[in-house]
Nanobody
Framework: QVQLVESGGGLVQAGDSLRLSCAASGRAASSNPMGWFRQAPGKEREFVAA????????YYGDSVKGRFTISRDNAKITVYLQMNSLKPEDTAVYYC???????????????WGQGTQVTVSS
């Protein structure tokens, strides 16, 4: 079992930056691939980014590529999402996720955090 707790959400203006953090705990938390999904009002959940446990591989959704950067600190068992050049369409609840597999963390993660709200005003 893995527990995930997000922090860092808030209200920003278009063009601003924001960094989300996700602290993981539980069995084998530090060895799992981790990532982020988001869900905007009235829309389906959308994959944002993922990172392998070694940080050797990262993967991004098309809508955030070039603006968002995922990273992790295994000593702290924490994953980060640096979001730059934010747009109003980035407004959503952002969820930290983890899974035993690289495919799973990008398509259907087993573990989800409670979510943190990010609102970008125009």
């Amino acid at each position: 079992q893995v527990q995930l707790v997000e922090s860092g959400g808030g209200l920003v203006q278009a063009g601003d930056s924001l960094r989300l953090s996700c602290a993981a705990s539980g069995r084998a938390a530090s060895s799992n691939p981790m990532g982020w999904f988001r869900q905007a009002p009235g829309k389906e959940r959308e994959f944002v980014a993922a990172i392998t446990w070694s940080s050797a591989i990262t993967y991004y959704g098309d809508s955030v590529k070039g603006r968002f950067t995922i990273s992790r600190d295994n000593a702290k068992i924490t994953v980060y999402l640096q979001m730059n050049s934010l747009k109003p369409e980035d407004t959503a609840v952002y969820y930290c996720v983890a899974d035993k597999s690289w495919l799973g963390v990008r398509s259907g993660p087993d573990y989800w955090g409670q979510g943190t709200q990010v609102t970008v005003s125009s």
